[in-house]
């Protein structure tokens, strides 16, 4: 049987060796081993964690390499095509929408305010060059007016987009023009996009055709096709006949 040496390996006399079974030696090699001291310069958990990412990444990137002509300069314009071409559609498309326009997202974030004071916050912004933030305040001053002259009912929790369509049916005429600046403020609001001035002088156009545009009331359409036939048909009108005379 194959023995190792005990760690008192000679004897006080100067006899032969105290010898040990093979097993027992290995078995005590890895307890002393395992102490502490012999283990204070290893890398810690997250280090060797690091080490083994970043050893995939290196093969990963060198089988890439491999395969991409021209090698590891091929590889290094690739990327900077991707990032490249990444940039331009960011700036060409701008924020990702988050979701549908204005849904689940109301048009007044805060307490209860008349038009006019929407107005002078607007303007407030206007003067500071704040686009995004006086274009949403226009938008605002523009319900709350309709809601004001009685053209909209006063709803809490109500979208840009509900109020375009509803103010839309009242004001046939500016119908297109609320959708579009419903549009706007859905961009500025949730999907994070900038405008400009020429952005809020449309919207501000719009707000003062608004305030001197009379509304299409239920019923006037009617009343004004039979008007004419009315009148015709009144009592009293006679209608003249080839010979100059009057039935």
Same mark, same amino acid.
């Given at each position: 049987?194959?023995?190792?040496?005990?760690?008192?390996?000679?004897?006080?006399?100067?006899?032969?060796?105290?010898?040990?079974?093979?097993?027992?030696?290995?078995?005590?090699?890895?307890?002393?081993?395992?102490?502490?001291e012999y283990h204070t310069n290893e890398?810690?958990?997250?280090?060797?964690?690091?080490?083994?990412?970043?050893?995939?990444?290196?093969?990963?990137?060198?089988?890439?390499?491999?395969?991409?002509?021209?090698?590891?300069?091929?590889?290094?314009?690739?990327?900077?095509?991707?990032?490249?071409?990444?940039?331009?559609?960011?700036?060409?498309?701008?924020?990702?929408?988050?979701?549908?326009?204005?849904?689940?997202?109301?048009?007044?974030?805060?307490?209860?305010?008349?038009?006019?004071?929407?107005?002078?916050?607007?303007?407030?912004?206007?003067?500071?060059?704040?686009?995004?933030?006086?274009?949403?305040?226009?938008?605002?001053?523009?319900?709350r007016s309709l809601e004001e002259r009685?053209?909209?009912?006063?709803?809490?929790? !109500?979208?840009? %987009?509900? *109020?375009?369509?509803? =103010?839309?049916?009242? /004001? &046939?005429?500016?119908?297109? $023009?609320?959708?579009?600046?419903?549009?706007?403020?859905?961009?500025?609001?949730?999907?994070?996009?900038?405008?400009?001035?020429?952005?809020?002088?449309?919207? !501000?156009?719009? %707000?003062? *055709?608004?305030?001197? =545009?009379?509304?299409? /009331? &239920?019923?006037?359409?009617? $009343?004004?096709?039979?008007?004419?036939?009315?009148?015709q048909g009144a009592p009293g009108t006679?209608?003249?006949?080839?010979?100059?005379?009057?039935?």
């Amino acid at each position: 049987m194959a023995v190792g040496l005990h760690p008192a390996a000679l004897t006080e006399g100067g006899g032969p060796p105290v010898t040990t079974p093979r097993v027992p030696a290995r078995e005590a090699a890895e307890r002393e081993l395992s102490k502490g001291e012999y283990h204070t310069n290893e890398p810690g958990l997250l280090n060797r964690i690091l080490d083994w990412l970043w050893d995939h990444i290196s093969s990963l990137l060198n089988s890439a390499a491999q395969a991409s002509p021209g090698g590891w300069v091929g590889l290094t314009v690739i990327v900077l095509l991707l990032v490249l071409l990444a940039v331009a559609l960011r700036l060409r498309l701008g924020a990702l929408r988050p979701g549908p326009a204005s849904e689940g997202g109301t048009l007044f974030d805060k307490g209860p305010r008349s038009a006019a004071q929407h107005r002078a916050a607007a303007e407030t912004h206007a003067s500071a060059a704040r686009w995004n933030q006086a274009l949403q305040e226009r938008m605002r001053a523009i319900v709350r007016s309709l809601e004001e002259r009685a053209l909209l009912d006063h709803r809490p929790g !109500r979208t840009a %987009d509900e *109020a375009a369509v509803e =103010a839309g049916k009242a /004001l &046939p005429a500016h119908a297109e $023009e609320l959708r579009s600046a419903a549009r706007a403020f859905d961009e500025v609001t949730y999907a994070n996009r900038d405008v400009d001035s020429s952005a809020y002088g449309a919207v !501000r156009e719009l %707000d003062s *055709a608004l305030q001197r =545009a009379e509304p299409l /009331l &239920p019923g006037a359409g009617q $009343e004004r096709a039979a008007g004419p036939l009315a009148t015709q048909g009144a009592p009293g009108t006679g209608t003249s006949t080839p010979d100059g005379g009057s039935s």
